[in-house]
């Protein structure tokens, strides 16, 4: 059999879940375009380019590449000017080139985490990475087609706890050929949905996940992947007052749930807010930090072990702004970082919380419990990167 077989025989098999293959790409184009949904979601991010002149552009598309590089790219690098201050990448001196890595970052935003990363790798010529997603977000087909012509793949959320085991493997086997086999960085968030306080904790059933498919061996299946930590900052998150009203709805009804309709919100206000500074940081890749841990460590003792360094590199890694030491401060009550930042910065803290805050339109809100809240988003990132230290 030869070597061009075997990779279609492979790629075939991931099919279900993995990006579209290049030779779909112009058919899945020709779906979109003729998709009204997407007309109507896309056209406003593409003006003041005329629909005709932006689907023509996509139609010449043959490859993902070609799709990321004239499709994507100008439409973040839009999105970028009007919605950031400035973005930048760090610790670029920590990933070689041509080596396939897997990337677990902080996860603060539902879709821009992964498409900032990716313009930051375009603009540094290195291959940009595929992209873990929840099916939980594909709540139209044309947005399954959107992001698998961006290089996402799949996770599947929506299963039964019996197919669960099944379809962690699938995925566990797809990453490994991602990055093991085919040498190509994959990215994946350290948590399922973002940690809405900013305490970022890796979940050890990632860890385990990323192991299925080589169950017998946890610590060299973890090698493998080389895996680089890795710290998103924003300066501001625009959903900051959604995260502090869902805490709320929470507390005062335990069963609550968000619906598609506050996903929809959460991507949309996460998109087209005001950011600030954003700052990605690559750590070092771990390899040698597992190598450490002792062989006789039992499989659930290592895969703790190994979150504890991930959190811990990214915690270290972490890009603090005014806005970061001030909630920092009036979450302990002291004034240790008060050399950090001005009077102005304190005030302008304080409202820009009330600011927020006046955003959330709730049955008996709490103004007072909803303030703690947005203070803890932007301290807990101080709070821990002190303990990692």
């Known amino acids: 059999m030869t070597t061009t077989t075997t990779n279609s025989a492979i790629a075939a098999r991931f099919n279900d879940i993995s990006p579209v293959p290049d030779n779909e790409v112009p058919e899945t184009i020709e779906k979109l375009i003729n998709n009204g949904y997407f007309r109507r979601t896309a056209e406003p991010f593409v003006k003041p380019l005329p629909w005709e002149q932006f689907t023509a552009v996509m139609s010449q598309c043959r490859t993902k590449d070609d799709f990321q590089r004239d499709i994507i790219y100008p439409v973040m690098k839009q999105l970028i000017a009007r919605t950031t201050e400035e973005m930048s990448g760090a610790g670029w001196e920590n990933i070689s080139e041509g080596k396939g890595y897997l990337f677990i970052s902080n996860h603060r935003d539902i879709v821009l985490d992964a498409a900032f990363l990716n313009i930051l790798m375009f603009e540094k010529k290195r291959p940009t990475t595929e992209i873990a997603i929840g099916d939980n977000l594909l709540i139209y087909p044309w947005i399954e087609e959107l992001v698998r012509l961006n290089k996402s793949f799949i996770v599947k959320r929506g299963v039964s706890v019996r197919q669960m085991l099944e379809v962690s493997k ?152 005014p806005f970061n030491w001030v909630a920092y401060d009036l979450m302990t009550g002291t004034d240790q970082f008060s050399s950090q930042y001005t009077d102005e910065d304190l005030s302008k803290f304080n409202a820009y919380l009330e600011k927020q805050i006046g955003k959330i339109d709730i049955p008996n809100r709490d103004d007072v419990f909803l303030r703690v809240k947005m203070i803890e988003m932007y301290g807990n990132t101080v709070k821990n990167h002190l303990e990692a230290h």
Request: charged content about 30%.
């Open 170 to 321: 699938h995925l566990s086997e797809y990453i490994h050929d991602t990055v093991h086999r085919r040498a190509q960085p994959a990215w994946i968030a350290q948590r399922e949905g973002r940690a809405k306080d900013s305490n970022d904790k890796t979940q050890v059933s990632l860890l385990k996940m990323l192991t299925l498919h080589n169950s017998s061996d946890p610590e060299k299946a973890l090698q493998e992947l080389h895996i680089v930590p890795l710290s998103i900052s924003y300066e501001l998150d625009p959903c900051d007052y959604l995260k502090a009203k869902e805490f709320q709805l929470k507390r005062d009804n335990p069963g609550y749930k968000k619906t598609e309709a506050d996903d929809i919100e959460n991507m949309y206000t996460g998109i087209m807010g005001f950011k600030g500074h954003v700052t990605f940081r690559f750590s070092s890749c771990i390899d040698q930090a597992i190598r450490e841990i002792p062989a006789a460590t039992g499989r659930n003792e290592l895969l703790e072990q190994v979150a504890s360094i991930i959190d811990r590199e990214i915690y270290r890694n972490y890009t603090f702004f």
